[in-house]
């Protein structure tokens, strides 16, 4: 079996404050070409205390060290369920970076930021297209944002109605940020119990005239279709509520079923998963949101709108719930989704989440009967094992340290919450066939392990550059910045 | 597809080991009744020349500084962006990365997040700041949000000299959440009235909120907003558009700020039409656990080397569910690497050189334009890089005949401020070469350009 991992020459790498000099410079400005002038001294600083002196130099090296020290997806397979780490095509860098599309300011007038808004416009279309909404705003910066954005849709929809309800119904299939959402909308949260699949007995148990809004994840975080979605929808809507979908794992859909036809009244798109933005270490995303017709009055504003001639940065509607950042939104992230759903067209994105698909159900045939499979119904693009049948005393998190040994990022653990140590792998469409036999491998070689050599768990990773790292004394005693010692 | 390795054989390989016959079977759990039966309305695939020929063409249509002589800001600058920024982040393993969930393969994020999290506490004169929030906007709601929790008051105080969309966004935020936004009036200087701050200020007030410098360039007396503020038991927020004027500027800490909020685009980030920016958050020490978003701290290994990881997750919605501090999960971290070297770059005196030069040139700007006809300067409070200029024609009028002359003259006014429908705000960064200006005056005076 081929070991991806291997140690080379990894070099250190001090903190930029330690490297600081004074009177080094990594920059050079313009002579000043007007008179110099001056504030009232009362306004003014001393020096920034304790900001950093370095060269150019400086800088390249510190921060090209630490790249290395980064796992990303063009490093390698980076199966972190939910996440869809898919490869992030260069072009769309290329394209986000045209100086004429990055250059602008937010402030420009419509009629001299064309080129932008069609592309904006287009964008909207086509994620309409994809989703089966009626409309969708650009604007929110990430999933957890367009959550917000539709939730408060949602609740100015009731509100206009002169409906007072108060509750939200939340899965326990449903994803980590969906609760806090709620609750920042003014909504006290419900949470169901699914065993798997939402059933409609058990929306049917907790939906009166109290609950605004059902909030489900379909896929779910189990990597299963939500199968009675459609009269789940249904009865929501009879008895007065809505239902939110997050849209994380849209990836297993295109092309195949779309939200919006299946009853679904709100739902965000995670632009950096699906549509392949890289995710930066952390962000920036983007979180568009879909709405149906009677919803679009309460979108946030500004969208952009096509007249027949012209595109044109709408103002907000009077019943709109307002602005959800300064501007309008992360358009380079919007710029890249453009760029990926241009190059699959219709077709390629239909390919690409049926490849996803295959891909997760590939990894769940290799590594069934070696891990617990909790859920046996059809996996779409993410499968979930757990560490039930792990032996040698070793749990969810040394299999993932033990990965990195095999050069893996290892997939998502402990989540969702509903599965006992689960181990949540989402491939991607991206992965052939050679790289998941090769993970596969190491997977079942790791299983083998615990039952035979569990210290090698237990005491993994080795080969990374730091071991495992004391987080509970960094959550005791935080230590959130660095401050000169003398 | 050049995305996707799967061959024909490969495919069939693989449905073979699942234990299906086709495709179709793999997705048997989709109800026949919700399957889209059509293929999508999307048009046809491009190639990567195509592609970017289109997006070439399509990108003419857009005004920029490459095009233009432009001084607009209103809440985002055009700076000069050191070359090194861009070819670091392309550094794949930056990018290409996740939320650092294994510390052990994501020390490059992590100890730059560190390092950002200290630039800003420096810079801010606060003792500790988050990983980045999406927006100085979304930053500025989520401190009234975190002062409501702080003080358990339901009363925010805006100035209305704070930046509209900063101020739309906390509305938005604070929607339904029953708490009651005060507008407080601006001075003759274009400071934030302190004697209507002092009339609206109670022991109900949680917050008040106000820009440094605000939107319309001018430095606010933070000191004296921080003691009438304290006075009443509120907390003092301070919105941050343009943090190059911190490198000039007392920090916002020094003066008596409870949080500081704002938006870090001035470093590195490019334009963009506004956004991906990268929005900026910082605390008092004894307020650690009480804020919103990311947090890397310092620990040890194993073998007691130094490392870092993400810390205090307890205060986070994965863990807390409906009770977290705020919903924020991915956030705007390659954003936050930029501004991390953009800052290491400029450092110490880059950052006061720059903010100089800001200064110098605003300065220069609006002593040329005061003396023309039918022009005047609106507020006579120090200001730093932004200043509101008021004219006797109309202002639409004015600034397309500048569009005319290739400048973008300013932000009119009048959609936020209907009182100042006379009125546009002027920015000049250290990217306006003097000849800039002089044209803009030029063209003003109705001259040529």
């Not at chain 1, 779910?220 to 009879?238: A, D, S």
Request: hydrophobic fraction near 40%.
């Amino acid at each position: 079996m081929t070991i991806v991992g291997t140690s080379g020459l990894v070099l250190n790498e001090k903190l930029l404050f330690e490297h600081s000099d004074p009177g080094r410079k990594g920059y050079s400005l313009p002579k000043l070409d007007v008179p110099a002038a001056e504030l009232p001294s009362d306004l003014c600083r001393e020096e920034i205390d304790g900001f950093p002196e370095l060269s150019e130099v400086d800088v390249v090296r510190h921060f090209t060290r630490l790249s290395t020290w980064n796992y990303g997806v063009d490093s390698g397979f980076y199966p972190l369920g939910s996440c869809t780490m898919k490869y992030n095509p260069k072009v769309n860098e290329a394209v986000a970076r045209i100086p004429g599309l990055a250059g602008i300011h937010p402030a420009t007038p419509s009629h001299l930021a064309q080129g932008t808004l069609e592309l904006m416009h287009r964008l909207q279309v086509d994620l309409a297209e994809i989703s089966g909404f009626a409309k969708v705003t650009l604007q929110p910066a990430a999933g957890a944002q367009g959550e917000l954005a539709g939730m408060l849709v949602i609740r100015a929809w009731h509100e206009a109605r002169g409906s007072k309800r108060s509750k939200v119904l939340i899965p326990d299939t449903a994803h980590g940020t969906n609760p806090a959402t709620a609750s920042l909308t003014g909504y006290d949260v419900v949470p169901i119990a699914s065993d798997g699949v939402l059933t409609l007995e058990e929306v049917e148990a907790h939906m009166d005239d109290s609950v605004a809004a059902l909030m489900v994840t379909n896929p779910n975080t189990l990597g299963l279709f939500e199968t009675n979605i459609e009269e789940i929808c249904k009865l929501v809507h009879e008895r007065g509520g809505l239902v939110y979908c997050d849209g994380a794992n849209l990836n297993a859909l295109m092309g195949i079923a779309r939200p919006g036809d299946m009853g679904i009244d709100v739902m965000h798109f995670n632009l950096h998963k699906t549509f392949s933005t890289p995710h930066g270490g952390g962000g920036p995303g983007a979180g568009p949101v879909g709405v149906t017709e009677e919803l679009i009055p309460y979108l946030p504003g500004p969208g952009v709108e096509f007249d027949g001639e012209t595109y044109q940065i709408e103002t907000p509607k009077t019943d709109s719930v307002g602005r959800m950042l300064a501007f309008h939104g992360n358009v380079g992230v919007m710029l890249r989704a453009y760029a990926y759903i241009r190059s699959l067209g219709g077709e390629g994105l239909k390919h690409a989440s049926e490849m996803a698909v295959l891909n997760a159900n590939y990894v769940r045939a290799r590594l069934e009967g070696v891990y617990d499979l909790p859920y046996t119904s059809r996996s779409l693009h993410e499968v979930i094992f757990s560490d039930k049948d792990l032996e040698g005393g070793c749990h969810t998190l040394d299999v993932a340290k033990r990965l990195i040994d095999y050069g893996y990022h290892p997939p998502t653990i402990y989540f969702p919450l509903v599965v006992k140590g689960a181990i949540m792998i989402e491939p991607t469409e991206t992965e052939s066939q050679e790289v998941l036999d090769e993970f596969c491998d190491a997977m079942i070689a790791i299983a083998g392990e615990a039952r035979d050599n569990p210290e090698l768990l237990l005491q993994a990773p080795v080969r990374s550059r730091v071991r495992r790292l004391d987080e509970t004394t960094a959550a005791r005693k935080p230590k959130l910045r660095w401050q000169e010692t003398t | 597809m050049r995305y996707i390795p799967h061959t024909a054989g490969d495919v069939t390989q693989m449905l073979e080991r699942i234990g299906v016959a086709t495709l179709e079977d793999l997705f048997v759990e989709v109800p026949e009744s919700v399957r889209l039966k059509r293929p999508l309305d999307i048009q046809e695939p491009a190639s990567e020349t195509e592609l970017l020929r289109e997006l070439k063409s399509l990108a003419l249509g857009n005004a920029t500084p490459e095009t233009h002589k432009s001084f607009l800001g209103g809440g985002a600058y055009h700076h000069f962006i050191p070359t090194v920024i861009d070819l670091l982040i392309s550094r794949s393993e930056f990018y290409t990365a996740y939320t650092p969930y294994q510390p052990e393969i994501s020390q490059g994020t992590l100890q730059a997040v560190f390092e950002f999290q200290t630039l800003i506490c420096q810079l801010t004169g606060m003792d500790a700041a988050n990983a980045s929030m999406y927006d100085g906007a979304s930053a500025c709601a989520e401190a009234v949000l975190m002062a409501m929790r702080l003080t358990r008051r339901k009363k925010v105080l805006l100035s209305k000299a704070l930046n509209p969309r900063y101020r739309g966004v906390v509305a938005t935020y604070c929607r339904y959440l029953n708490m009651e936004l005060v507008d407080v009036a601006v001075a003759a200087d274009g400071r934030t009235d302190l004697e209507d701050l002092a009339a609206k200020l109670d022991d109900s007030t949680a917050v008040v909120v106000a820009g440094y410098p605000n939107y319309f360039g001018v430095i606010e007396d933070v000191a004296a907003l921080a003691e009438k503020s304290h006075q009443h038991g509120a907390k003092l927020v301070t919105a941050v558009a343009e943090p190059i004027a911190l490198g000039l500027l007392k920090s916002p800490g020094e003066l008596g700020a409870d949080i500081v909020a704002g938006d870090a685009q001035s470093f590195g980030l490019p334009l963009a039409f506004g956004g991906p920016y990268v929005g900026f958050f910082a605390v008092r020490q004894k307020d650690v656990r009480g804020m919103p978003g990311r947090l890397v701290g310092e620990t040890t290994d194993l073998e007691g080397q130094r490392g870092f990881v993400l810390t205090l997750a307890t205060r986070e919605q994965h863990i807390r569910r409906e009770k977290a501090t705020s919903n924020i999960c991915s956030n705007q971290g390659l954003c936050a690497l930029m501004a991390t070297i953009f800052m290491s770059l400029l450092g110490k005196q880059g950052l006061r050189e720059m903010a100089e030069q800001n200064l110098a040139k605003a300065a220069y700007a609006r002593k040329q334009l005061s003396g023309i006809k039918g022009f005047s300067l609106v507020f006579d409070g120090p200001a730093f890089n932004e200043f509101v200029v008021r004219s006797e024609a109309p202002v639409a009028e004015v600034l397309s005949r500048l569009e005319a002359a290739g400048i973008l003259g300013g932000i009119p006014l009048g959609e936020d401020y209907p009182e100042m429908a006379d009125c546009f705000l002027v920015c000049v960064t250290e990217q306006n070469q003097r000849e800039e200006i002089d044209a803009l005056v030029a063209a003003l005076q109705g001259g040529a350009a």
